[in-house]
């Protein structure tokens, strides 16, 4: 028996550095294969033959390759923009830069030697995963693979990377067996559909280069930095996490609001040696030169609508099999898109649906998503999402797009908070052998959005944008101000919520920055003619500030909804069973803004937020109406109006639409919304709603969605018309409590 070495060589230096090594490190019988280049495709091997003969003999086989380090700048190895204008890759010199490398800098140059394989090992491997394969392929892809680990713990773990994703799919037997029934059952032949499917292939995956992976990550690290102070996370905590993935499978879920969220998780994992993310992006960003890019940086893209075309889905579907029986991390976007609103979008169960089915049939006996918060003091695109939810046209991706959006980081815009939730384990939610329901879907869809908001941190922008924009019009003093979040942060500490930095320490000076950083960015206005100066939101800037009022009010709906359930109470009489019956019909109002928690632990929930006021509110509830109007008179702070009051103007407006609509022809939601903007802005100018932030497609979007649950577009049921007036009338009834909740708050502002 002798040892036979695979040598992966891309020129006549490596030939000459594996060969001196074999010869000082070997003193058994030894023979030398050269194997197929993996990183010069075209390099002659001639050995092919020679390796079929070794294996049918009883020979251990050890992989060897040469090593090329790139440059080490501040401590670090990898790859920069200066090294661009280097002629070839730092990791993958021509052969007269490895011939000055070895004069120069011979540290940059290894012999890496792989674990070892025997030929029966080789061939039980061979057969009993792709015997579809000869064996010589089967072998040197072995020993690639084999030589991508050995070099990782030269490298770093940021560079665990797969390699030849494509072959190693395209040759499974399951795949052929996939493709082969899809081309029956669509009656064309296996050939074509086999050729199509390799191309969806090709459209799809990721194509990792250790070269980009660095020079993206450099990239990321200069461009943030030109807008924002610091990227602020737990280091910790992200390790942990990162351990838990050298197990099980991990899938980043994180909030979607910038199209900077990628790119800011992308750095944190590289910066901590961690293997990059498979990202599905949508086939929008997929335009030159950005896509090229980033697919090598991991993104992988997808088709926004592709549901008659099946052989695509399986494709994809085998993709995402692969990636996680080989545990590669994933991560998507649960939203689908940005958030325009500021708050969590509802989710969308296709990638889920797709992860959750390779749980269900073993392809990992354990899968975690990980819910993450990533919330900016301010974002870039603010100003582009108030003008969409006004109706104007997305702005399309292209590479213009891409340089304006550079092109807003000259300004500041605080920091990057990124806040990891508890892990999801998918065996919590779904059973292995068992038929995968949309409802198990929806239900782990939703514990994720849930634990992204528990993580979401509260910034002083949020709080200082939710007290100006609770008076309408109205413009506050720093002292007013400093009072007005008071109440707020008292109740954010009483309630133990997350945020970015110490809630209860602003004086009136590090308002005052605050103020005037929101001020610079277009969203406050200042008046400075008077002897103090005062700042206000106006009507133009209402909905980029409600951006950010909207980022925390998830931490205040549950207290929102208890003042109106008390509203609605104390109008009847009293009584518990009254209580949590407005509850309840305030929750399903609202159940397509807000992710709610089963119906046992909301109500728990509302209960605990009563209980900061008055322990015995359950007893002042049956007591009747007096008690309910001394317990809100006790509530601080009040919330439904500037939590609840948008939400509600934007519903009563889609409802009086719906209603003028005749329920004999079918609403064309495309038309319809924009009939929803022209009423909203007549409304405004009539003041029959109060907030300019109401007169948004994304609110009214919302609204139709409940409506449609609701069955009220159903143009064959005869109770539509009807049942559209009760709509309008029953969101009429809560915008007048609010109105409740709004005059005592103000009554509390001047003193009574």
Known sequence: M????????????????????????????????????????????????????????????????????????????????????????????????????????PDRCRIIEAESASAADLREAWERSVPDSELVDFVQRRAFLALERAERSLRGNRYKVPRFVRKEILNT?????????????????????????????????????????????NGIEKLYRRGYREIIYSRSRLHELLDLGQQHPLVFLPSHKSNLDHLVLQFILWENDAPPNHTAGGINMNFFPVGPIVRRTGVFFIRRSFKDNELYKFVLQSYLDYLIENRFSLEWYLEG??????????????????????????????????PISITYDQIFDVESYAAEQRGLKKQQESFGWFLSSVRQFRRRFGNIHIRFGEPVALSEHIAQHQPLGRLEVKKLAFEIATRINRATPITPVALVTAALLSAEDRAFSIAELAEEIGEMCRYVTARHLPVTEPVGSKNHDELRVILDTLRDNGIVTAYDEGPETVYLIRTEERLQAAYYRNS?????????????????TAEVGGGLDVFWKEVAGLRDLLKFEFFF??????????????????????????????RIRALLRAKYPLTAHWVLRPFLDAYQIVADALTAHSPYVEVDKKRFLDECLALGRQYRLQQRISTEESISQVLFSSALALAENRGLLDIDDPDCGDARRRFATEIRAVRHRIDVIEALNATRRVGF
């Open 552 to 568: 925390i009010i998830h931490f205040f709906q549950n207290s929102a909804i208890a003042e109106l359930a008390l509203v609605g």
């Open 597 to 626: 928690p089963d119906r046992e632990r909301f109500i728990d929930e509302v209960g605990d937020e009563l209980a900061l006021t008055d322990t015995g509110w359950e007893r002042a509830v049956e007591d009747g109406t007096d």
């Open 173 to 217: 037997k399951a795949f052929a067996d996939g493709v082969r029934r899809i081309a029956d059952e669509e009656h064309i032949p296996y050939e074509v559909a086999l050729r199509r499917a390799a191309r969806y292939l090709k459209e799809i995956a990721a194509t990792h280069d250790p070269r980009f992976i660095d020079l993206v990550a």
């Open 337 to 370: 898109g940005r958030s325009r609103s500021g708050k969590l979008l509802p989710p969308r169960y296709g990638m889920l649906t797709y992860v959750a089915d390779a749980y269900r049939r073993e392809k990992a006996d354990e899968v975690f998503m990980l």
């Open 2 to 105: 002798a040892v036979v070495y695979l040598t992966d060589s891309s020129s006549p230096v490596e030939d000459r550095l594996l060969e001196r090594w074999i010869v000082q490190h070997t003193k058994e019988p030894y023979e030398a294969v050269c194997i197929p280049s993996s990183r010069r495709q075209r390099r002659h091997c001639g050995d092919r033959h020679r390796l079929e003969e070794l294996l049918a003999e009883d020979h251990t086989f050890v992989p060897l390759r040469v090593a090329w380090l790139a440059p080490e700048h501040d401590g670090r190895r990898s790859v920069r923009f200066a090294d661009l204008f280097r002629p070839g890759d730092p990791r993958d010199p021509g052969t007269i830069i490895q011939l000055l490398i070895l004069r120069l800098y």
